[in-house]
Structures are given as structure tokens and as C-alpha cells.
């Protein structure tokens, strides 16, 4: 009886861990969009650090909470940032974008063609975070087109938002990097 009680008392404490952590994700999404941005000459848009705390919450959580993190913290980010006729488009790429990622390294992963480098990261996990990337720059492109009924508006954009995913990675692979070495990477996602 009490290897039971041990057991659910375990299991607990995981789905406890998960609750937190993915409240903690999204709160360091939600704070790297709204407080570290740049505006975007041309548009009404800007670029900011969250891509960096996405990429890291797929891989400090992986697919499932890290793609509710990803959504929800960014939409949070753009509704008390300021910016809140994009909450709405941002929850679904921003979810979209995690999910991606999740999914093709969890793939990845399964066919045992995940293997971390030296620095706590793998090539796969780049390769997510690319293909998550593309996902943003279009469905801001798509959403940009459909709110200003244009598709020539949106397109000053794309470089823009290339370079924001393209810091978010490497700035997302250092921190992962970094955790990788501590005691507490028992409970993170990444390997």
C-alpha cells in the first residue's frame, strides 16, 4: 500500500511540476514579447524576444504544454502589450508555431535521429525551430493580408519577422544549453 501512495504521490508532484512550469513559460513569453520589442518601420507591427521563450518552452516542456505556452502567453503579451486586435491571429500561429516544433522533434526523437550535441542541443531541434519559424513569418503574412485586405502591406514584414525567429533561436539554444548542465534538467523535456 504504501509503494501505491509513493506512486500517486509521484505523479502528482509531475503533473504539479507541469502545471508550474507551464505557467512559468508562459508568464517569460508573455514578458519577453511586451517589454523587449522594436517597431517595425512601415507597419504597425514589432519585433521581440518571446520567439526565444517559445523555442525554449517546447524544449524545457515539450509539444503539449509548450504549445499552450507558446499560445496563450504571446496572445497575453500582444493583449496587455497594447496590441490586442492581433491577440486572436497570435494564439493560433504562436501555438501553431510551438506545436510544430514539438511535433517534428518528438518525430525526431522516435526515430532515434535526435541526438544532442555537445552543447545541449541538437540538430533537430534547430531544424524544428526553422520549420516553426517559416510557420510564424506566414501566418503573420496571412494575417497581415487578411486585417489590411492587401497583400503587398504585410510584405516589409517578412524580414523582419525572419530575424526575430532567427534571434529566438540562437538565444533559445544558449539558455537550453546552459540548462542542460544544471541538477534541475531531471525535469525538463530536453534531453
Not at 2 to 22: C, G, L, S, W, Y
Not at 63 to 77: E, P, Q, R, T
Not at 158 to 175: E, L, T
Request: glycine letters at 10%; charged letters at 10%; a positive charge.
Amino acid at each position: 500500500m504504501k509503494q501505491v501512495r509513493i506512486m500517486i504521490r509521484n505523479e502528482n508532484d509531475n503533473k504539479i511540476t507541469a502545471i508550474v512550469m507551464t505557467g512559468l513559460m508562459m508568464c517569460l513569453i508573455m514578458v519577453a514579447t511586451m517589454f523587449i520589442k522594436l517597431p517595425i518601420p512601415f507597419t504597425q507591427g514589432y519585433v521581440h524576444l518571446g520567439d526565444s521563450m517559445i523555442f525554449l518552452s517546447i524544449l524545457v516542456l515539450g509539444k503539449k504544454n509548450g504549445s499552450i505556452a507558446a499560445g496563450v502567453g504571446s496572445a497575453m503579451g500582444d493583449i496587455i502589450g497594447g496590441y490586442a486586435f492581433w491577440a486572436p491571429w497570435t494564439l493560433v500561429i504562436k501555438f501553431l508555431m510551438a506545436f510544430l516544433m514539438g511535433a517534428f522533434v518528438e518525430h525526431m526523437e522516435k526515430k532515434g535521429r535526435n541526438n544532442t550535441g555537445s552543447f545541449g542541443i541538437s540538430a533537430m531541434e534547430i531544424v524544428g525551430m526553422v520549420i516553426a519559424g517559416i510557420e510564424m513569418v506566414v501566418g503573420y503574412y496571412i494575417a497581415s493580408a487578411v486585417m489590411y485586405g492587401n497583400l503587398l502591406v504585410p510584405v516589409p514584414s517578412i524580414p523582419w519577422n525572419v530575424g526575430q525567429f532567427a534571434v529566438g533561436m540562437v538565444i533559445a539554444s544558449i539558455i537550453a544549453s546552459a540548462l542542460c548542465k544544471t541538477p534541475a534538467k531531471k525535469y525538463f523535456a530536453i534531453k
